[in-house]
């Protein structure tokens, strides 16, 4: 086997660094749909809630009368159980001495180990939010592949008509859209949300006038990509 120079080990060369600094993924979004959660144990249960809270009770007393006691606020235990995710790079002792700065090195290695694990994170949470199969009939409307580059389409009242529909089954105002860039370039692009914004002084659609426009808080934009053979990048 053909032994590996240890000038490849080296990463003061400007070049390498600048391209190594520069060539990372684009920011995540997979905290905007499903923050982390801290637990105590690796295994458990946690209650979920169904709609009992929104019952419109009488709650009026007259004096001396009794209280108006209801039932204790139906739940169920959801069993969760950890798994963990793990990733290492071997390097050999003699890396260690001819770093000039073997603390930059670390920190580099840490930091690209560190991005594996968060675009696994990003992956599953995209494959998960992203699969119809996931969603009853009632919480999903279907978007042909381009549909909002048709002109004759309005994604502002197809958007807050979803809005709306969410909102008529959870009881909660969405506060979170997320996209993929594709979409998010056809609604910069789209002439019903130009013609919205044309005069209002806006020079360019950006999230935050998508935001106004949808009446939704914040709009996440997936820039994140993935390879499956080192070569061809795809949208997460």
Not at 86 to 115: F, G, P, R, T
Not at 116 to 125: F, H, L, S
């Amino acid at each position: 086997m053909a032994s590996i120079s240890q000038d490849s080990y080296r990463i003061i060369d400007p070049v390498l660094t600048t391209l190594s600094q520069g060539y990372q993924n684009a920011s995540m979004i997979a905290e905007c749909l499903f923050p982390t959660l801290q637990v105590s144990y690796n295994k458990g249960r946690i209650p979920k809630f169904n709609k009992t809270a929104f019952i419109s009770r009488e709650t009026v007393r007259a004096t001396g009368a009794r209280s108006n006691r209801i039932n204790e606020l139906e739940y169920e235990l959801v069993p969760f159980e950890l798994t963990e995710n793990d990733v290492e790079m071997s390097l050999d002792y003699i890396e260690e001495e001819d770093a000039e700065n073997w603390i930059k090195l670390e920190q580099k290695i840490i930091k690209d180990l560190s991005d594996i694990i968060n675009m696994g994170k990003e992956k599953q949470a995209a494959d998960y939010a992203q699969n119809p199969y996931n969603y009853a009939s009632q919480y999903s409307t279907d978007c042909q592949n381009n549909q909002f580059v048709d002109p004759d389409v309005n994604p502002i009242d197809i958007i807050r008509d979803s809005v709306e529909k969410l909102r008529s089954k959870i009881g909660r105002q969405p506060n979170t859209l997320v996209m993929g860039p594709s979409t998010y370039s056809a609604l910069m692009d789209n002439p019903n949300i130009v013609e919205r914004v044309k005069y209002s002084g806006v020079r360019k659609v950006n999230t935050t006038t998508l935001s106004e426009l949808f009446e939704v808080p914040i709009i996440k934009v997936g820039y994140a990509q993935y390879t499956d053979n080192n070569s061809d990048f795809k949208d997460i």
